[in-house]
């Protein structure tokens, strides 16, 4: 069974939408201070060439993941923005039900980032991806010889559109809210939209993306 539903609610839908985010931020920095607190408590030392980085002030990043399954032949994909402050922004996911290899659905999954960049609008943003192929082939003017070749071609037409974009592979720690976001969709076959509010299975991710100890 494959279901679409809209997940958390926007600004337009709900009055009292700045109420929520207010309290979403209130919980966000209240856990970023904890997971500090432990990590000082404990030592811990995060190597930040590996983590996920805030971009620069102005700049959206988008972070984009794709799970595959090569026995059912589906997958499914995930994005998350987020702002130079690591406040989340949006995300969704959406199930592929016929895909041929892992590099189609990780095509896919830029595709999302970039229609996700097109419904937000604005001009700079940095899209990353843990699969260097991908990068590498958007990168390369988003040629592509492969089965994927006419997904490339939808993202070189929407990438033209910006003033400032990148394309940058990450490390899959990195990537982690992202590839939370692919498994979601793959493991509950559900296509879903968080526009302001994550949910409540991302958080902790976040909150230990923007974690500075």
Not at 29 to 46: E, F, P, R
């Amino acid at each position: 069974m494959h279901a679409h539903i809209q997940c958390g609610w926007t600004r337009r839908q709900f009055t009292h939408g700045e109420a929520l985010q207010i309290i979403h931020r209130s919980a966000m920095s209240i856990g970023v201070l904890a997971t500090n607190y432990w990590k000082a408590k404990k030592h811990t030392i995060i190597n930040k060439k590996e983590a996920w980085t805030r971009p620069m002030e102005g700049v959206l990043k988008i972070n984009v993941d794709a799970a595959y399954d090569e026995d059912q032949g589906r997958g499914s994909i995930g994005t998350v923005v987020r702002d130079y402050t690591g406040k989340f922004i949006y995300a969704n996911c959406k199930e592929l039900l016929f895909v041929a290899d892992p590099f189609m659905a990780e095509a896919y999954a830029l595709r999302e980032g970039l229609s996700a960049a097109q419904f937000l609008g604005g001009n700079q943003y940095i899209i990353q991806s843990d699969n260097s192929q991908v990068i590498d082939t958007m990168n390369d003017g988003g040629f592509s010889a492969t089965s994927s070749a006419a997904i490339f071609d939808d993202c070189r037409i929407l990438a033209a559109g910006y003033i400032n974009i990148s394309f940058e592979h990450c490390r899959r720690e990195a990537n982690e809210a992202a590839h939370e976001i692919a498994r979601f969709c793959f493991e509950n076959r559900l296509d879903c939209i968080w526009d302001d509010e994550p949910p409540s299975f991302l958080l902790p991710r976040m909150i230990n993306d923007v974690t500075v100890i």
